[in-house]
């Protein structure tokens, strides 16, 4: 299978190119510019150069491709970025001749707070601002499903693993200032997913696209969590991840208020506290993942952090 991959320079995209690779598919990565590229590590060996803004830079490359999967976003305009790109690269998966996939990345931030009743696919949606162009943009993909193309949306959890992503912040806090910045008072609950699991459910979800088990989900069914439960409080995280890195046993929790001066909406999505499970991704993919929570693995995560895995 020949895989178009945006976002193949971030943190999520380049493991899912060495897990690509791995399964025995091919990928064409979208990279900004020539020296991103170049500088990112792993097996691609095709790369575009454009830009989500400019559909002129990459749609006829994904339209060559057998599969789409977006990870890319552009936070700094995103609903007006997400919704060009996932247009392209919807027109670009309806060309063509042969059955395709398109997969576009969502986030569990589309559930908002859930409370103490975990919930997974089918339950009710209550966005954070900052990402709740999510919603129609989900239900925009799912609706693109016909004979000849599988939909689908991922909404992975908080991604710990290796050196990039949210929670391996905590490490550089821990090394640097001795102790890692909460948003908050901590006691909020992240579902979390290691990277190589969620990199082994993409691959599994474009490999089963058009089995019977996918096939016989209506497409507004066609979504699947990348969550591992327990979900885990952000202090006991950010207090695993200090000892971890051989410090005292501390966190410095930033109040909320101060935090939205800062960081707008994004402190509202840091503090969001939910219980999250992926029961569609467990019962139709056999979706097992490997690692179970931050704060157990922690000692060997930051090790995995500290060589830059």
Request: glycine share 10%.
């Amino acid at each position: 299978m020949k895989v178009f991959v945006t976002g193949a320079t971030g943190y999520i995209g380049r493991a899912v190119l060495t897990a690509l690779h791995r399964a025995g598919h091919s990928a064409v990565g979208l990279a900004r510019e020539k020296e991103r590229a170049a500088a990112a590590t792993g097996p691609c060996r095709e790369w575009v150069i454009g830009n989500l803004r400019d559909a002129r830079t990459y749609a006829f490359e994904a339209s060559a491709c057998d599969a789409i999967l977006h990870l890319g976003a552009d936070m700094s305009s995103f609903a007006t970025v997400d919704k060009i790109s996932l247009e392209t690269l919807l027109s670009a998966a309806a060309k063509g001749d042969g059955k395709k996939v398109f997969v576009y990345t969502s986030g569990v931030w589309v559930l908002g707070a859930t409370g103490e009743t975990p919930v997974d696919e089918d339950s009710a949606l209550n966005p954070v601002p900052l990402i709740a162009a999510r919603v129609r943009h989900e239900q925009l993909a799912l609706g693109a499903s016909s004979d000849q193309l599988t939909a689908a949306v991922v909404r992975p959890g908080i991604v710990y693993g290796g050196r990039g992503g949210i929670v391996s912040g905590f490490f550089a806090d821990a090394v640097s200032s001795g102790r890692p910045t909460v948003v908050g008072d901590g006691n909020n609950r992240w579902a979390g997913v290691y990277l190589g699991d969620l990199c082994d459910l993409y691959v599994r979800l474009l490999e089963s696209a058009f089995s019977p088990a996918v096939r016989r989900l209506a497409p507004k069914e066609r979504v699947f969590h990348a969550v591992t439960p327990p979900s885990e409080t952000v202090s006991s995280i950010a207090r695993a991840a200090s000892r971890a890195a051989g410090r005292e046993d501390t966190v410095h929790f930033w109040p909320i208020d101060e935090a939205r001066e800062k960081l707008g909406g994004y402190a509202d999505a840091l503090a969001l506290d939910q219980v999250v499970g992926s029961k569609r991704s467990e019962a139709v993919l056999g979706w097992r993942p490997r690692v179970r929570g931050f704060v157990p693995n922690a000692p060997e995560l930051f090790e995995e952090w500290r060589a830059g895995v």
